[in-house]
């Protein structure tokens, strides 16, 4: 018994130092293609998953092969591109958003797949799809949403803690040497002063635009400027809301995704397949992740809301988990 412990204890400590330690007996040194659905045709229709809060940071773990969200997407549409028999992708969105910068790249690289190998990709929402999710799928060629997929929430945010008040009662004092006077804007250990609120929110409005033209582009023939406007102020919308407002194309589920992901590649059928560490695991399109190991990799938004940092975010944050 004392030698499993210090058996285990020793695999812990490993895995704390060693930071290419996997503990994993159902994942792959490389990525697999697996079947999800079966046809007799040679054609493939590949599923990719963005899932979780779209950031550049990996979420590592000892029971972990995948890096960042957007090295995971965008090996995925390497392989695609180079796979003559992949005609068209499904992008599943399961995700709150995220980085600015990180939802701009995955914009991008979803566009330039789609330029160089004139394929289309169809976006399937899930239960969520908000800010950074609606700001990917507006690359896509077309947007379904399951019946209770909640999206938009067009706009961006900024997260600025205090931690003035708290530290005064403690008797702690920071002293800050500068360069100059906004040197330190933002600062958690002092009031934000108008000037500085002047400055982040000219950057705020910046990056709004940006959404706002990225939408406008995706949606081209479908929404005008003066039908969005009114609308990205950052709240949510149903999937019935969302198409009334033309936010999306169509609701409905996997199937309905899948023909008209047919349908926009001039295909009557297809295997659907993925791309996965965890073959063994991803027998279905119903699988927990077609990312992750199932259960021991799952991240909600509260998992993802400590390592916020810094920066500009599209991103739905609700009050209540601020």
């Known amino acids: 018994m004392k030698k499993s412990i210090i058996l285990i204890l020793a695999g812990l400590m ?16 490389n990525l697999e293609e ?3 659905v079966p046809g007799a045709a040679k054609e493939k229709i590949l599923v990719i998953d963005v899932e979780g809060m779209i950031s550049s940071l990996a979420a590592q773990g000892p029971l972990s092969r995948e890096g960042d969200v957007l090295s995971r997407v965008y090996y995925r549409l390497e392989r695609a591109a180079a796979d003559p028999l992949v005609k068209g992708v499904i992008l599943r969105l399961e995700t709150p958003g995220g980085e600015v910068t990180a939802s701009d790249i995955l914009y991008h ?5 789609k330029e160089k190998t004139g394929r289309p990709v169809v976006g399937l929402m899930m239960s969520l799809a908000a800010s950074g999710g609606y700001y990917i799928a507006s690359a896509c060629d077309s947007v379904i949403a399951h019946p209770s997929t909640l999206t938009g929430s067009i706009g961006v945010i900024s997260i600025f803690p205090s931690v003035e008040t708290l530290f005064d ?4 004092k920071m002293t800050i040497i ?5 040197k330190d804007s933002g600062s958690p250990f002092r009031a934000m002063t108008e000037e500085e609120k002047k400055s982040f929110q000219g950057i705020i ?3 709004y635009e940006d959404f706002l033209n990225a939408v406008l582009k ?9 039908e969005l406007r009114p609308i990205a102020d950052g709240r949510v919308y149903t999937a019935k809301q969302a198409l009334k407002l033309k936010l999306i194309d169509d609701i409905g589920y996997f199937d309905n995704a899948l023909q008209k992901t047919l349908s926009l590649a001039s295909l009557k059928s297809a295997k659907v397949v993925a791309y996965t560490y965890y073959p063994k ?3 279905n399109i119903y699988a927990a992740s077609l990312v992750e190991a199932p259960l021991l990799e799952k991240k909600s938004l509260e998992n993802w809301l400590p390592q916020l940092r810094t920066g500009f975010y599209y991103l739905w944050l609700p009050e209540g988990q601020k």
């Open 205 to 207: 409005d910046e990056y």
């Open 109 to 113: 690289e979803i566009l330039r797949f």
């Open 34 to 36: 697996v079947v999800l």
């Open 218 to 226: 995706g949606r081209k023939g479908r929404l005008t400027s003066d």
């Open 169 to 172: 009662k403690i008797g702690v």
């Open 14 to 29: 490993l895995a704390a130092c060693t930071a290419n330690f996997h503990l994993d007996f159902l994942g792959k040194e």
């Open 281 to 283: 695991s991803k027998t």
């Open 178 to 182: 500068k360069s100059g006077g906004m």
